[in-house]
C-alpha cells in the first residue's frame, strides 16, 4: 500500500520547482539542481497522476452503480469498472517502482573490466569475446567507449582489459555484469572434439568523480618504470608505465599503454577512483544481494553468475534461472537487454519484498 501523504509531498515538491525555476533570480547552480530534480520527479508524477485518476474513476463509477437504476448502463458501468480494476495494480506497482530508493551510482558512466580465469588460452579466447560483446552492447545503445588498457596474449586472447563507457544510466544497466562468467565449447585447437570449461571475470565500476572520492596524494605512492609488451619503440625504452599504490586500502592500479607517463598516470588516477568509489559504495550496501557484495571473483570455475555452452546455443543467468536459446545473439549484444532487463525485474522484485 502506498501512503497518499507520500504522493502529495512528491506532487508538493513537483509544484514548488516549477514556480521556483520560473524566478528570475535563481543562481545558475540552484537553476541547473532544480531542473535535475524537477526532471527526475515528472515521471513519478506522470505514474501518480495516471495511478489517481484510475482510483477516481472507479469510485465514480461505484457511486454510479449504487445509485443507477437503469440495468443497462449499470452493467456498462460494470464492465468499464472491471477494466479499471485490472489496470490498478499495474499502475500501483509502476510508482511503487519509482518510489525504490536509487542507486546513487546509476546515473554514473562505468570502468568495465574483463580478466582472463580459469582454462589457459581457451579463457583468454573467450575473455576476449566478452570485451567485444560489451563493446558491441555500447555502440547498441549510443554510449561512447573508451579503450583504458589491453593486455592480449598474441593469439586473439584477452589476459586483462578496460573501458570506460559512457552515456546514459550506464551502470544501472551494466552492473549486474559483475562477476564470473563461464563458457563450454569445444576449442579450435581440440582435434578430440570435446567440451572445456573456462571462465572470464567482468568487474563493472562506477566512474568516480573527484567529487565523490577525494584522493589526498600523501596516501599514494607512484612508481615509474620501463613498459613491457606492444605499444612501439619509444614506449619500451622510456619509463612512461605508472603503478600507483593506495597505501591506506592497498589497492594498485598499473597503466602502461600509453607513451606518456602523464596520460598513463591519468588513467592510472581514473581507475583507483572508481575501485575506491565502488569499495565505499559496496560497504554501505553490505546487506544487500551478493551479487552487490563482491565486483570481482576468483576466476574460479565454480563461482559463476552466467554460462554460456556453445554447443547447445544458450546462455543461463544462474541469479535468475533464465535461459536463452540464442548464444549469437546475446555475444553480439543485441540480445544482452533481454537479460539485463530480467536482472532488473528481480532486483526491484526483492526490493519491493524488504520494504513490504
Request: proline fraction near 3%; include cysteine.
Amino acid at each position: 500500500m502506498i501512503r497518499s501523504e507520500t504522493l502529495d509531498r512528491l506532487l508538493e515538491r513537483h509544484a514548488a520547482l516549477n514556480a521556483a525555476m520560473a524566478r528570475p533570480d535563481n543562481a545558475t547552480d540552484d537553476m541547473v539542481r532544480m531542473a535535475k530534480e524537477y526532471a527526475e520527479l515528472t515521471p513519478v508524477v506522470g505514474a501518480i497522476d495516471a495511478l489517481r485518476r484510475c482510483e477516481t474513476e472507479i469510485a465514480d463509477l461505484n457511486a454510479m452503480i449504487d445509485g443507477e437504476a437503469d440495468q443497462e448502463l449499470r452493467r456498462m458501468a460494470e464492465d468499464e469498472r472491471a477494466a479499471l480494476a485490472l489496470r490498478l495494480p499495474e499502475l500501483t506497482q509502476r510508482v511503487r517502482v519509482m518510489l525504490l530508493p536509487k542507486d546513487e551510482a546509476d546515473e554514473k558512466n562505468a570502468i568495465l573490466e574483463v580478466r582472463a580465469g580459469t582454462g589457459g588460452e581457451e579463457a583468454a579466447l573467450f575473455a576476449a569475446g566478452l570485451f567485444r560483446l560489451y563493446q558491441r552492447y555500447a555502440e547498441l545503445r549510443g554510449w561512447k567507449v573508451e579503450l583504458l588498457h589491453m593486455s592480449e596474449t598474441g593469439l586473439g586472447g584477452l589476459k586483462e582489459g578496460q573501458m570506460a563507457i559512457r552515456g546514459r544510466v550506464v551502470f544501472a544497466r551494466l552492473k549486474f555484469e559483475s562477476g564470473v562468467h563461464r563458457v563450454q565449447r569445444v576449442p579450435a585447437t581440440e582435434a578430440g572434439g570435446r567440451i572445456h570449461t573456462s571462465a572470464a571475470t567482468v568487474a563493472v565500476l562506477p566512474e568516480a568523480e573527484e567529487v565523490d572520492i577525494k584522493i589526498d596524494e600523501k596516501d599514494l605512492r607512484i612508481d615509474v618504470f620501463r613498459a613491457s609488451g606492444p605499444g612501439g619503440q619509444s614506449v619500451n625504452t622510456t619509463d612512461s608505465a605508472v603503478r600507483i599504490t593506495h597505501l591506506p586500502t592497498g589497492l594498485v592500479v598499473i597503466q602502461q599503454d600509453e607513451k606518456s607517463q602523464h596520460k598513463n598516470k591519468a588513467k592510472a588516477l581514473r581507475v583507483l577512483r572508481a575501485r575506491l568509489y565502488e569499495a565505499e559504495r559496496q560497504a554501505k550496501a553490505a546487506d544487500r544481494a551478493a551479487q552487490r557484495k563482491s565486483q570481482i571473483g576468483s576466476g574460479d570455475r565454480s563461482e559463476r553468475i552466467r554460462t554460456y555452452n556453445f554447443p547447445q546455443g544458450r546462455v543461463t543467468d544462474h541469479r535468475i534461472n533464465l535461459t536463452l536459446y540464442k548464444i549469437d545473439r546475446v555475444m553480439d549484444g543485441s540480445a544482452l537487454d533481454e537479460l539485463i532487463d530480467a536482472l532488473v525485474a528481480d532486483d526491484q522484485a526483492q526490493q519491493l519484498g524488504e520494504l513490504s
